[in-house]
């Protein structure tokens, strides 16, 4: 399934970083994305999966270049080898890569939903829009409707169906499918795995640990803004055993068919990172070395872990 | 420190506003009646060394004129605007303290007040108390404590809905300990920056209304006054008359508009970061 | 279908009633007011009337009046000939109010509509280049300028304009709204055009900061919503944007604003056409005023009123029936 030599986008040492103004004058930066990394090779979905507040949905706006003015980009982006400026950027949002957002708050609410989902382009796409539409499960009179008349799972599905339209290589969809019913949200996942196989790619952000191994194949594990762990998605329904990050095993935990043990602590918050490894102050494991240097990124049983110890 | 510097820059800045608009008052309170009596010699006089805004059709001169003018569009304003202030603290929390029967009440009145055009109602009041100062007074402060009255009902019913207010209220203090520890403190600053912020707008309409022939009586050289007679002699191209006075006017009302911005920096840096 | 007509009528029912009861307030207020001057405006009638007046003649115009009658006797007595139609003579003009009335508001609302259109227009137009420039140099220049403009007095620059394009460059006439000595139905369109511009100019000018703030203020909240970064995560450049989503969510609360504003717009021309003796409802009310023309001023007053209602009701059924998502609500 890997062709090393072909990545759609590749990600390494991206932070993002906001100035702020404390006490209405004094100025500070917060770093909410530090040393972030993540590769995506055509015909797979990877996961991003993390708790809120880890950078999930920054890193969507990062790759295409939509941050507030007041935000900082350092680090390397390529998408197809060639490196992302704001300038391709521009030219390849909406086109190459399209975004499915979060919620109905990202649809126009005095615009009809059909003319948002055909979008500026000419020539409109409206009967392409109208067979996705369908095969999402969204009925005929949904175009007239205004994105308020909309039920929740009837936003998402015509949030999905904006990057379906397009012919996009990378689709980054943002937590597409909660709301929906179930087999809506198993058609949106075949479509999504549909484009995958016709060697585009998806990036799939989502907190639900459980959506992303059973339906993608890598997964990258996020915490406080930086990439602990990418593993396959098999290694997930292995177990802890294959996993390599104290952070994932604690999260595989977590769910509810393995234990529902809760990890213990708080993900820091941006302003307040720790020194050393961003995980140390919960990790079981630490040593003195975790306090002190970010752990660089190793290569471990064909996933990438940023631990020390991780085996 | 960088927040201490741009803090000291505004404190400045408005000290040296206050003091430039104190000196324009007093100087024009000081100016004796007769300084301004003008001869016919000196009749319609460009502006010149000895006259910096030149000279009416009366021959009198009208930088002193306008200064004259100035300070008692200012004491007219101050006057006005502190009515009115008064007026909108009083009926505001009244609004919002008072029984929902009350707060309906007096939010139809302001509509009622608001339903009149300010010019229309002014002259109406005006012609009830038989024009000049008085008349021109209550005119001003009657039209605009409208929508600081909504102001401050709508601050003091979020202050109510406050935990320490209900705190309070349960440990058994009175509606007037309430009032006294916990709302007017907040209030005090709001009043003051309210209080401003309507003075541009009664020295304007002042002008206005003079302007009209309803306010002072013609021997008072209120800025309005000053603009209207020019306007009888603007075809024989007497321009300084009409450009220099309303300037002067101008530049006092912006004056003041930044005053009062500045004030609000000063006591509240959130509120005035748009 | 049927519902929609059932809403509206309750609608019109509402603003019935509330526009109704507002004018009666208005009327109590004005009435009250006018009868608590001490300026007697019988002796201004009379004086008014250039001839001698005998006591018994006198006394007979008292009683027309009914100056020795109490208050309420005499406000209900007004309001009586006026739910008929009749709002008295004026002592000025020694007509029928509501004959100058109509007359002189054909004269204001061609000043007053020209001003709110073009004020509405400019207004709209600076407040998107200002939003669309956010914190960059045009958009500080202009936010500079507007509030320089609102703290210009529109009486003042309608002089200054008077001077310099009506004495100076003689671009436009001094006043009136058609040619001295010249009757009434001989003045052309073209006439009553020219004298038209300046005081509308004057007035638009007075009223285009406020609307040009508020639209920029509500174009940067829209640049900030989401559903304009999700458009722009689709490669909608700047203009389109603006095109596609911006003037769309903009245009009606503009729109509401410039209806909500009539009060200002009315205030604004009896200055202007004071400066300018236009012969509108607002340089009637100023005469009125000055000369205890006790009818007149009642009436216009109330008229006033009136058309300051009227443009708040359409703002508010604006919103009502353009925003899709007060429609579905109220149905």
Redesign the interface.
Known sequence: MKQKDETILEIHDLSVSFRMYD?????TDLQVISDLYLTVYPGEIVAVAGSSGSGKSLLA?AI?G?LPGNATVHGHLHYKGQELTQERQ?QL???DI??V?Q?V???????KVGAQAD???KPLPTDKRKSIFKRLGLPDKTEQL?P??LSGGMARRALVS?ALLTDAKLVIADEPTPGMSLEQALEALRMFREMADDGKAVILITHDLDLAFEFTDRVAVFYAGTTVETALASDFKKGPDALRHPYSQALWRALPQNGFQPVCGFQPYAGALPKGCLYAPRCPYKTAQCMDAVPPVREIRGGEVRCYYGA | M??LN??TQVVILTAFMTIILIAVFSFGLLIPDDAVVGSFLSAKQPPSLAHPFGTDALGRDLFLRTLKGMAVSMTVGTAASMISAVIAVFVGIAAATGSKCVDALINWFIDVVMGVPHTILVILISFALGRGLKGLLVGIAATHWCSLARLIRGEVLQLRSQQYVAVSRKLGKSGGWILVHHLLPHLVPQFVVGLILLFPHAILHEASVSFLGFGLPPEQPAIGIILSESMRYIQTGMWWSAVLPGLTLVLIVLLVDKLGDNLRMIMD??SA?D | MKRTTRRLIHIFATYGIRIITLLLAVSVITFVLVSVSPIDPVRQYIMGLGTAVSPEQRTQIEEYWGVNEPLVERYVGWMSELVKGNMGESAIYRRPVADIIGERFVNSLALMLCAWVLSGVIGFFIGCVMGMYQDRLPDKILKKVCYIISSIPTFWLGLVFLLVFSVWLKWFPIGFSGPIGVLDKDITVWEKLHHLILPAFTLAFMSFANIALHTRQKLVDVLN???V?????????KW?ILR??GL??ILLPALTLQFASFAELFGGSVMAENVFSYPGLGSAAAAAGLNSDVPLLLGVTLFSALFVAIGNMIANLLYGII???IQ?VGG
């Open positions: 006490h209405g004058l004094e100025q706006s295409l939509i521009e949002r909406g086109t399209a975004l957002p919620s708050a990202f649809l126009d609410p005095l615009m979008g500026h382009r205004y308020f008349q904006t | 960088r927040n741009r803090r840096p959130y970061q | 919503s989401e559903y970064l999700f458009a722009r995560a689709r490669g909608e450049r389109t596609r989503h769309r969510n925003d899709p998502q579905e």
